[in-house]
T-cell receptor, first 113, second 115 residues
Framework: NAGVTQTPKFQVLKTGQSMTLQCAQD?????MSWYRQDPGMGLRLIHY???????DQGEVPNGYNVSRSTTEDFPLRLLSAAPSQTSVYFC????????????FGDGTRLSIL | AQSVTQPDIHITVSEGASLELRCNYS??????LFWYVQSPGQGLQLLLK??????LVQGIKGFEAEFKRSQSSFNLRKPSVHWSDAAEYFC?????????????FGSGTRLSIRP
């Protein structure tokens, strides 16, 4: 039972570099989301998707891109990393069946120098 | 604006003592409410959820929460805490008109257990 798998678990980048955080789920969930978690601020929604080919912005989308070409995968791209993007990133998935909660990955800890 | 407030940033209780973590929400529609727990270095695990019906909901690990519409609250309780309950706890809210992707989280309460 893999659930939601995030890779890598840790990453250090230099300012201006780009990278992609990977997220995959094997539960055939329609909904997927990306959050960032910063101290004292809980989780803030970056982007979300309600199905393959459909994405939308959350609370804090600037500096991030997403795509959803398959049901299973929902990668998050940092186009030009900035120190303000140092955070822990969580991917989550959920079934579209009413009343189903989100399932979370274990997170990616990203540091931007 | 929709929001979730967890007024206690950090709480310390003795092992075996009772626990109550506070959560207040502001939401225009009928709220769907959740409590999640996060152990260090881990993702979030769902403790319990409320959608409708009985306002006292039971969750995993001996936790329960009570929905009080008049107070816009959804406080989490446990009669007797164990050292393994030390973690961060998040309250979250959504509604039946938004997808499960759009859940608003509180800022969290860190629980420490005194031996």
């Amino acid at each position: 039972n893999a659930g939601v798998t995030q890779t890598p678990k840790f990453q250090v980048l230099k300012t201006g570099q780009s990278m992609t955080l990977q997220c995959a789920q094997d539960m055939n969930h329609e909904y997927m989301s990306w959050y960032r978690q910063d101290p004292g601020m809980g989780l803030r929604l970056i982007h979300y998707s309600v199905g393959a080919g459909i994405t939308d912005q959350g609370e804090v989308p600037n500096g991030y891109n997403v795509s959803r070409s398959t049901t299973e995968d929902f990668p998050l791209r940092l186009l030009s990393a900035a120190p303000s993007q140092t955070s822990v990133y969580f991917c989550a998935s959920a079934s579209r069946v009413l009343n189903q909660p989100q399932h979370f990955g274990d997170g990616t800890r990203l540091s931007i120098l | 604006a929709q929001s979730v407030t967890q007024p206690d940033i950090h709480i310390t209780v003795s092992e075996g003592a009772s626990l109550e973590l506070r959560c207040n929400y502001s939401y225009g529609a009928t709220p769907y409410l959740f409590w999640y727990v996060q152990s260090p270095g881990q993702g979030l695990q769902l403790l319990l959820k409320y959608f409708s019906g009985d306002t006292l909901v039971q969750g995993i690990k001996g936790f329960e929460a009570e929905f009080k519409r008049s107070q816009s609250s959804f406080n989490l309780r446990k009669p007797s805490v164990h050292w393994s309950d030390a973690a961060e706890y998040f309250c979250a809210v959504g509604d039946e008109y938004s997808s499960a992707s759009k859940i608003i989280f509180g800022s969290g309460t860190r629980l420490s257990i005194r031996p």
